[in-house]
Every structure is written in C-alpha cells, then in structure tokens.
C-alpha cells in the first residue's frame, strides 16, 4: 500500500500562520517569520530580559572591541562625513553596509567598520573595558553571602570576545522584531543601541549590534567539610583472627545442588555514534530536497512511539492546518527539530527532554508517518548526515 503524503509546506505555512496569530495578541503584527517553522515567537521571552546601555563613542564617535570597531553617526551626518572623521574611504565605509555615499543617516546610527582605524586611549570614552563590562552583572547583584575572591589567571582573548556584542549582518526579508526575537532580547534595545527610528525598520546589508543582557550573578559552592580523620584501629573493631588451635566447622554440602537459572543472553548492541537518533523506526518514504521537502518522512506503526532525535527542550507545539501536532525542540547545539504529523504529545512546551525520550505517538490509519525536520535557526538542513 502506498502512503499518501502530506506537502510538507503546506502544513508548515498553516504553522506560522498560527505563530503570528499568537503574536499579534502582545505586538505590532508581524508577518515576517519567513515561512519556516523554527520562527515561532519567542516575544514574552524577549520582553523579560534587561539590558546593559551602549558604551560611550569616542569624540569621532567610534566603539572599539576585541574583534571589531564600529562608528556611530551624528545629527545631519551622511555616510561621506562619517567616513571623513574617521579617516576611511567614503565609498569603502558605503559598500561594506550596503549604503551609498550620500546617503544620510540617524543620529546615533551604527556602521560597522570595515577594518580597523587608530584605537582610544585606555579609559577613554569609546575603550572598552569587556572585563569590567562582564563583571557589571556581579557588582549590580544583591549582596546577600560574603564572597571569598582568590587572584585568577589573566582573561583569554577567547572570554574577551564571548562577552563583546554579537554583530549581525540583516539579510533579506529580516525585521527588527525577528531579529530582537532570534536573540530573545527588547525591539526597544535593538532600536536604542543601532540608532534605530521610530518604525525599526532595518535594510538589508545593515549591521546591527546586539546588546548585551544584563546577567545573574554567579553562584558561589558550599564549602565542602573536610572529613574526619581517626587513628588506624579507632572507631571499628578489630575482627577476631581466626585459631590455629580449633578446628574449622564441618562444611554443609546440599544433596542436590540449587538449578541454574535460565539466563537469555541478547546479542551485543553497539551504542550509536551518530549526533541524532531515528524518532521512528520505520522506513524512510521521502527524502530530503532543499526548498521542496525541507524534511524526511518517516513512515511506521499506527500508535508507535516517536522519540525525540536529541536531548534539549519543547520550544513549541503547534498545529497545522489540519489541526494536526507539530512539535519543535530546540538542542544545546543551537539546532532545532521538528516533528510533524503526530497525535497523543506527552510533553508540554518549556520541557527538558532525553535523547530517545517519547514525545508523541504516530498516527492511525494510513498517515502512520513522522515528518521529520532539523534546522539551523531558520534554515533546513539534510537530517541524513545527523542521523548516521
């Protein structure tokens, strides 16, 4: 018997049509979640987090970090008078954020900078200090505990650029509030750290940094008690020895020694080095084709178990057109996975889940079927290469 299948972009446009149904009921409508299901709101997050300012320019109005520097412009600059105080070719500062020369810009509006011009004096408006920018979060926590501190090895320039801003690059299609819900941080942030107007609007090519949240203290360890310590022989007693001079007791043999149990041996199973694990074991009925199927199908039992491909948590479940489950699971790796055309879901969105944990069951009927889905954040991916 062949096994209809759904088209995999039908169901999954009915999803993110529901995605921005939710939306609209706390924000401006959104419509541009591109399409894929990995876009689903994270809104409520993004509004919760607190974020640091923007780090002062200096009197050309740079910001240098670790990796990169970046310019921010003043009232009635253009690209060209930008360019001119920081000593760059005006149409090399154009091209490398997609703008013309004469272009005008925003007060405080950010371009990034190509390649490096002469840093700012230490401990001059637009030096930054990311040590101290990462320990900001610790002198802003509440005092409750002493804190025992002990003198730490410099900090590696590794650490240094974890804790720069993170500098995206919009591309086609993108808005600010996707942009702010990617990186689950306020629109508001976004506009006020990127000089943003009053509608967010982002053009394509632009870099825009993203602020930094304010972070929890860190957690200080219980000190560990040292164990106590007793003399060799104190607090046990000493066994009896064993007399040479009296004789052992006599052994005890049965009649009839005790039946063996009957022991099944399984053949040896050799644990699996793949990244991700089949959610079902089935056979597989489609393949994956970019931009046409964005999944594979998975075909098998009607009420089998559908697992999850790896550890994380639910990120979303939704439904499609059909009313039909879909389950999205975001991993520490930063991937997603989706899980289409199921029924009976055991878990709840917010969940920690287990590799081969069971998330759903298959349909009945003749839609005994998984649509399996991984992307990497709103792009899908071949899940072969994962699953071998």
């Known amino acids: 018997m062949q096994i209809p299948v759904r088209t995999p972009s039908i169901r999954l446009c009915a999803a993110v049509s529901a995605f921005a149904l939710m939306a609209a009921c706390n924000e401006p409508l959104d419509f541009d979640l591109r399409g894929k299901v990995g876009g689903f709101s994270t809104a409520p997050a993004a509004l919760a987090v607190s974020t640091t300012d923007r780090p002062e320019a200096d009197d050309r109005g740079i910001i240098s970090y670790p990796s990169y520097q970046v310019a921010v412009s003043r009232r009635e600059d253009s690209v060209a008078d930008v360019a001119a105080r920081i000593g760059l070719p005006a149409d090399e500062l154009a091209r490398y954020n997609g703008m013309e020369v004469t272009d005008k810009l925003r007060e405080g509006e950010i371009l990034a900078l190509p390649r490096r011009v002469s840093e700012p004096a230490a401990g001059t408006p637009g030096s930054i200090d990311i040590a101290s920018l990462a320990g900001d979060a610790i002198d802003s926590a509440p005092d409750t505990t002493p804190v025992t501190t002990t003198t730490l090895e410099p900090v590696s320039a590794e650490v240094l650029k974890a804790a720069e801003p993170v500098r995206h690059k919009v591309d086609r299609g993108e808005t600010a509030y996707t942009i702010s819900r990617l990186y689950q941080v306020p629109v508001e942030s976004l506009a006020e750290w990127n ?8 053009r394509e090519g632009q870099y825009l940094l993203i602020p930094i949240k304010n972070q929890p203290a860190p957690t200080t360890a219980a000190p560990v ?4 310590v007793t003399q060799p022989g104190a607090g ?9 001079t009296q004789p052992l007791p006599d052994e005890v043999v049965d009649a009839e ?7 099944s041996v399984g053949e040896p199973s050799k644990a699996s080095s793949a990244a991700m694990s089949l959610p079902v074991q089935g056979k597989i009925i489609s393949t994956y084709s970019k931009g046409k199927n964005d999944g594979i199908d998975i075909a098998g ?5 559908v697992s999850a491909a ?8 939704t439904k499609d057109a059909d009313q039909i489950p879909i389950i999205v699971l975001k991993h ?9 055309n199921v029924e009976n879901i055991t878990v709840n969105k917010g969940d920690s889940v287990k590799r081969g944990q069971k998330i759903a069951s298959l349909r009945s009927g003749d839609d005994a079927y998984v649509h399996f889905e991984v992307r990497d954040g709103f792009d899908s991916v071949d899940p072969m290469p994962y699953l071998q």
């Open 225 to 228: 008690e040292a164990a106590a």
């Open 332 to 340: 520490d790796t930063g991937l997603l996975t989706v899980y289409a």
């Open 301 to 305: 039992s009607a009420g089998g178990s």
């Open 236 to 244: 046990s007693p000493t066994p009896t020895p064993p007399s040479a």
């Open 195 to 202: 000089g943003l107007g009053s509608d967010f609007a982002v």
């Open 257 to 263: 020694p005790p039946e063996t149990p009957d022991v």
């Open 310 to 317: 790896e550890s994380g948590s639910v990120a979303a479940i």
